[in-house]
């Protein structure tokens, strides 16, 4: 195996452990997460890979394919503002939850299939990946749950990344031919069968790259908060109410008067959207993907419309694909301002599907997009060294 000869060139032996994590897709939920809503992602078929093994004192050393090498005393994580922080926060969070001692010295080499930035989670598939490798290197009998805890706390707190659990958990818990719908209030999990019809996956990048701190993400998540703060205001909540997860669809209209339009747009979209998730979730249990494909063109108009995080290119690549006849449904994946769009799709028209996108783009905006064809797939698992 390839990556075991590099594991043995980087470090002079074999591995003893191999792990793998997958990134996500999330078909529907978006923006709803930090506002304790619902989310229905997928584990895809493009992973990333750690091999692992034991090593004396309290090194870690790292080699990554993509960006190099890096090593870190285990028992003094210091973030140091790149990739690396993402390996050592994972160590920190483990050290804390089990206690010093938790992670020493380890070697590890790490590969990457997720594309990065491109809205598909590869980091969380690096921080899962990485939990479940020093799981098994130093025996510490997580469960699947546990590791996407791990990672959650690793990105948001020593990483610095206001993230959700919907990444680390999809990347964690999912299951082949499922999605899974995730109560970000409880971190309740119920994979939903995709169904006996098939579809097929197709996940297109706009050539712009998705960085969430120049796309005004925080501003996002001050805005829901200061509508679920009006609503509260007045009464169109429940006094212990959280989040506009507890807002009805019914009270929009009387918060529509009492906060800027964008504001009430922003509300608008999360009520909506957490509503459509559920409207999926039952679309699938009733076979009926036009159903659902209709459901993801319409959250992708309040993405656009009301959460506006939308890019022209972005707009492009679903209109493309909701213009041919076998795409059931497009929207943008991930949080916006750039990064793929998702298209579900006859399995036998997948690839006149992606031409059509292809040359679509290509006329238009003068380059090819690339079209990831994915499948859904399990959660983190072992791989054979």
């Known amino acids: 195996m390839q990556r075991d000869s590099d594991f043995r060139q980087a470090f002079g032996r ?7 994590a997958p ?16 989310v229905l992602p997928c584990a895809v078929d493009r992973d990333t890979t750690v091999l692992a093994g034991q090593a004396p004192g309290h090194r870690v050393r790292v080699v990554s394919a993509a960006f190099g090498k890096a090593e870190f005393d285990a028992r003094t994580p210091t973030p140091k503002g790149g990739w690396i922080d993402y390996v050592q926060g994972v160590a ?12 020493a010295g380890a070697d590890l080499w790490i590969e990457s299939r997720v594309p990065p930035e491109a809205g598909l989670s590869s980091s969380a598939a690096l921080g899962v990946a990485v939990a479940f490798a020093f799981d098994r290197v130093f025996g510490l009998g997580l469960s ?23 990444d680390p958990f999809a ?3 999912g299951q082949p031919d499922h999605v899974l719908r995730i109560d970000c209030r409880d971190a309740g999990v119920t994979p939903i069968a995709i169904g006996q019809t098939p579809v097929a996956m197709l996940v297109a990048h706009s050539g712009v790259p998705r960085r969430l701190a120049e796309g005004g993400y925080q501003e996002r998540v001050s805005e829901c908060r200061a509508a679920f ?4 205001a ?43 998730v559920e409207a ?17 063109s319409a959250g992708q108009a309040s993405l656009r419309d009301d959460f506006e995080v939308s890019v022209p290119e972005l707009d492009l690549l679903c209109q493309l694909g909701d213009e041919h006849e076998a795409v059931y449904g497009s929207r943008l994946t991930g949080a916006g301002w750039g990064g793929c769009t998702l298209h579900l799709v006859r399995p036998d028209e997948a690839e006149a599907v992606t031409a059509w996108i292809s040359e679509g783009f290509a006329q238009r905006q003068g380059l090819r997009p690339e079209v990831f064809h994915l499948r859904s797939a399990p959660g983190a698992g072992d791989v054979l060294v």
């Open 171 to 173: 990347s964690a818990l």
């Open 144 to 166: 699947p749950r546990e590791l996407a805890e791990v990672a959650h706390e690793s990105e948001s707190r020593f990483v610095g990344v206001g993230c959700g659990i919907l």
């Open 92 to 103: 920190d969070t483990l050290g804390r939850r089990l206690g010093p001692g938790a992670v």
């Open 234 to 276: 007045v009464g169109l909540v429940r006094p212990d109410a959280t989040a506009l997860r507890d807002l009805a669809a019914g009270g929009l209209a009387e918060l529509a008067g009492r906060v800027s339009d964008p504001v009430f747009r922003r509300a608008r979209h999360v009520v909506s959207e957490n509503a459509r």
């Open 280 to 296: 999926v979730c039952t679309a699938l249990a009733e076979g009926d993907l036009a159903r659902v494909g209709q459901l993801l």
């Open 23 to 38: 990134g996500r897709v999330n078909w529907i939920g978006e923006h709803t997460d930090y506002e304790e809503g619902l």
């Open 229 to 232: 703060e009006a609503a509260r």
């Open 14 to 20: 074999s591995p003893t452990h191999a792990v793998r």
